[in-house]
Structures are given as structure tokens and as C-alpha cells.
């Protein structure tokens, strides 16, 4: 565990969206060098945005967003190449000529620059990466021909083969089924724990990650709560926040909304 005072990211009364459309609001938030952070909150609450604005795809329409220490108002800054990222799981074409290896070389490219060619060294990280997530024995196979849980092992070692100091993952147990959702979760528990990697995670599955994750930072539009779950999942916070669609139950929280509604 590094310096857990070490700032990575950090909101200073941030805003995102449009004049008149807010996805933000005035967001305060740090976050620190090796924390695993479980985003939450309902759909439309800001969740994807918060990501897309760690990696730089978004500038602040009002305050500042610092990452590494480094007022990145200018997109696309060079540290950008040091944030991984897992995007919402697609559907991959089962007869898309393209293999497991090839796939997780295109996260060198994005640490290389444009017109460099990757080496040698650039294909035994992406074997090492591989390696991480326990599929370096399919490195030849095709993608397409892999089941989904496996496509997301390939996916986190393409964001892994750029070398990154923060993994965001969006939504990565989506449209996985249970078992192999909770392989998918401790795959990240693990590479956190080795990699010391800062990890942001959004999920709509609070109890999957309530045991796994340091914090939870808990969205809707406006930063409604951070810090430890025990602190964060309190009924009357997740009711001002899920209203109606919270049911608590002895063990578990229940979040009743369309999981594959997407904004």
C-alpha cells in the first residue's frame, strides 16, 4: 500500500455537462494512491461521467480536476496513457478475425503514441499481462470464440498492457452470469493487491464489492456520500438517494431499477 496521503485524483468543486444540463455538480472528491473505490449511485446519476472525466474526455465546466498532480484542464495530457480502462462490456462478433494477443496489444498502443511500432518489449508485456489474468494459454485464440467472462479477462489485460497506475472498470460484471461475475471480482480484488493499483469500479451490485472495496463514493448528480461502506450504506442515505426502488433486506441491499438501461 503506498502513502495512503498520496492524492491521485482529485475533484475541487467540479462540474460537468452543459450549461443548463448538469451531469455533475459541484463535485469535492480525493482520491488516493491505491485505494478501490466502488462508484454507485442509480442510472443517470453521474457514474460514467465521473469516469469519462478521470480520462480526460471531459474537462470541468467550472473548478478543477487534478490527476498525478497535474491541472489537467488541457485533455489529452500524456498522463491520460497511465489510466486503464474496462468500458461497458459489448457484444463482440463471434467471427471477428481477431485474436486474444492482437487484442491486448492495443493497449500498448495507446502507451506507445501513434507512430510507434510495438518491439519485442512491447509483446512481452502484453504476454505478461496476459499472464495477470490467467489467460495466456488462449493467446492465439480468436476473441470472438471466447466466453464472456473470458472476453472481460482479455479486456482488463488490454487496459493492463498499458502499464496503468488507475484501472477504471465500468460495470464489468454486467451481462455475466453469477459465478463468473464474482470470478471477474476477485480477478480486480487480486490485481489490486499486486499491481497496487488505484482501482475506481462503478457497479450497480453493492453487495458483490461491499466486502471488497476501501470506500464507495455514491452519486447522484451531486456527491451524496464517500467513504467506507459501514459509513456510505446506511438506509436512510441509499433511501434519500434510491427512494422507493431500495429494498433492505436482512443481509443485503436490493436496488430495483432495469440494469440494462444505459443513459
Known sequence: MADPQE?????????????????????????????????????????TTLCRAVLGLLAPIEGHLHIFDCACDE?????????????????????????????????????????????????????????????????????????GGQQQRVFIARALAQQPKVLILDEPTTGLDITTQHNVIELVQ??????????????????MIRSKVDRFVLLKTKLFAAGPPSEVLKPDILHQVYGKDLVITENDLVIVEDYHHHH
Open 7 to 47: 492524492p491521485i485524483i482529485r475533484f475541487d468543486h467540479a462540474s460537468f455537462g452543459f450549461p443548463g444540463l448538469i451531469a455533475l455538480d459541484d463535485i469535492s472528491l480525493t482520491i488516493h494512491e491505491g485505494e478501490f473505490v466502488g462508484v454507485i449511485g442509480p442510472n443517470g446519476s453521474g457514474k
Open 75 to 147: 485533455l489529452r495530457c500524456h498522463h491520460r496513457a497511465m489510466i486503464g480502462y474496462l468500458p461497458q462490456k459489448g457484444v463482440v462478433d463471434r467471427n471477428f478475425p481477431v485474436t486474444v494477443l492482437e487484442t491486448v496489444m492495443m493497449g500498448r498502443y495507446g502507451a506507445l503514441g501513434l507512430f510507434k511500432r510495438p518491439g519485442k518489449h512491447d509483446h512481452d508485456i502484453a504476454l505478461e499481462a496476459l499472464d495477470q489474468v490467467g489467460m495466456v494459454t488462449y493467446k492465439d485464440s480468436a476473441l470472438g470464440q471466447l466466453s
Open 190 to 207: 487480486h490485481l489490486h493487491a499486486e499491481l497496487k493499483l488505484t482501482i475506481l469500479l462503478i457497479t450497480h451490485d453493492i453487495n
